[in-house]
């Protein structure tokens, strides 16, 4: 419920300040980039609560189209989260803390679709920096594994889906020959997601995983135009 609202918000905010620029014409652009995201990750059981927190590093590739007349350009990316590896020690919440150690590997893969206003700087510049706002959606697609060792040793497969919103600004400046350079920074709205767990045990009692996407969120990349 609360990502919904966040959805709504942003939208609103983006239709207030996109303006119609008659005098530009439509632009495709590919692009590549790098991000980071904040990833909290947490196993489960009536006795025990194990959690990690990380960040998510992801390397992938879009597509943008510039629509000047509503004043906005729109895009989406498709990027791969690799080997996001976590390790923390278990607690027990009945018994004190337990001789355990646990450990998440994971790997995610995120297809996305966003929306951005921009403000030019200097437009008749040979270099034109610019700022503006952002909202996205990702679609991010969960496979890992925890193993926990200690008083118990268990080994566990996990995969989940959700999906991710981020409102972000957005920074760069356009370059010679079509190129430009890109950074984006702002925060992500995760409500979480229970992930499916194959015979996940924490000290012999079956248990439970979530992972959870929520917080600070940035990318940078390099942009070409293609036509």
Known sequence: MFVRLCVTATVAFLCSVCAPRAD?????????????????????SPNVDFSATTRSSAFGGGVEI????????VG????????????????????GR?????????DATEFTAYVESRFDFAPT?????????????????VD?????????????SLSGASNVFRAYGVAGVQLARGFA?????????HDGLTMAADELRLTGTPAGATFDYEGFYASAGVSVLIR
């Open 24 to 44: 530009a014409t439509v632009g495709v652009r590919g692009s590549l980039l790098v991000g980071v995201q904040d990833l909290g990750l947490r196993a489960f």
């Open 66 to 73: 510039a629509l000047p007349y509503f004043g906005a350009r």
């Open 76 to 95: 989406g990316n498709a990027l791969v989260h690799l080997g996001e590896t976590a390790t923390q020690s278990i607690d027990a919440r009945a018994s």
């Open 98 to 106: 337990l001789d355990v150690g646990g450990t998440f590997v994971l």
């Open 125 to 141: 510049s040979p270099y034109q920096p610019f700022f503006g706002v952002g909202g996205a959606i990702a679609h991010m697609r």
């Open 144 to 156: 890992g594994e925890i193993e926990t060792e200690g008083s118990a040793v268990t080994r566990s």
């Open 181 to 189: 350079v890109v950074v984006r920074g702002g925060y992500a709205f």
